[in-house]
């Protein structure tokens, strides 16, 4: 399974919003619903944000929120925040019972 | 809470070996599927290697099949992560992850191990 295709940057002004898109194939992203983000700080350890497409873990902020549409996911932070600057990666769980991730997307908070 | 400490990183040179340790704590770690996933200098994150509750179902990316073994030991809650004929390519941090759910989410993360490959 090659990496899932995400864009290497975005920005975005404090209080906008930005998304973030993934796309794989019909072997991963549009295969099921195990689609998964995480935030990576620099020097820091990944910290799960968004799992099961949609679905965010207690303690993670309502400004963030996921969606699908056939083989692209999509990660939406509303009311950018400067510590929202970081790195932003997407998984999907695969036919094969194997994990891919994207190749990551820096955010710049300006 | 959740604890996830890893052991074992050092500089190796290509062709060797090394094994990599993950102590788990503030959990029953003997219930969860664990993971091992790394990120080369500068890179992305790499998933490499799932290993089920009991050790009887381990999954890996192709790049490591037949060189890396992920095991573990509940009696310990230990995982281990066995890297021969190691590669300039393997150069990475290693974290250990707790797995979370059937789609296999990483909900917790150790603060990641250091791997160098390099004569």
């Known amino acids: 399974h090659s990496a899932l295709t995400q864009p290497a940057s975005v920005s975005g002004s404090p209080g906008q919003s930005i998304t973030i898109s993934c796309t794989g194939t019909?072997?991963?992203?549009?295969?099921?619903?195990?689609v998964s983000w995480y935030q990576q700080h620099p020097g820091k350890a990944p910290k799960l944000m968004i799992y099961d497409v949609s679905n965010r873990p207690s303690g993670v902020s309502n400004r963030f929120s996921g969606s699908k549409s056939g083989n692209t996911a999509s990660l939406t932070i509303s009311g950018l925040q400067a510590e929202d600057e970081a790195d932003y990666y997407c998984?999907?769980?695969?036919?094969?019972?194997?994990?891919?991730f994207g190749g990551g997307t820096k955010l710049t908070v300006l | 809470e959740v604890q996830l400490v890893e052991s074992g990183g050092g500089l190796v040179q290509p062709g060797g070996s090394l094994r990599l340790s993950c102590t788990a704590s503030?959990?029953?770690?003997?219930?969860?599927?664990m993971s091992w996933v790394r990120q080369a200098p500068g890179k992305g994150l790499e998933w490499v290697a799932n290993?089920?509750?009991?050790?009887?179902?381990?999954f890996y990316v192709d790049s490591v099949k037949g060189r890396f073994t992920i095991s573990r030991d509940n009696a310990k809650n230990s995982l281990y992560l066995q890297m021969n004929s190691l590669r300039g390519e393997d150069t990475a941090v290693y974290y250990c992850?707790?797995?979370?759910?059937?789609?296999?989410?990483?909900?917790?993360w150790g603060q990641g191990s250091l791997v160098t490959v390099s004569s």
């Open positions: 019909s072997s991963d992203v549009g295969g099921h619903n195990y």
């Open positions: 998984s999907s769980y695969t036919i094969s019972s194997t994990v891919v």
């Open positions: 992850a707790r797995i979370y759910g059937p789609g296999s989410y990483f909900d917790s």
């Open positions: 503030g959990f029953i770690f003997r219930t969860y599927w």
């Open positions: 290993i089920q509750q009991d050790g009887s179902d381990k």
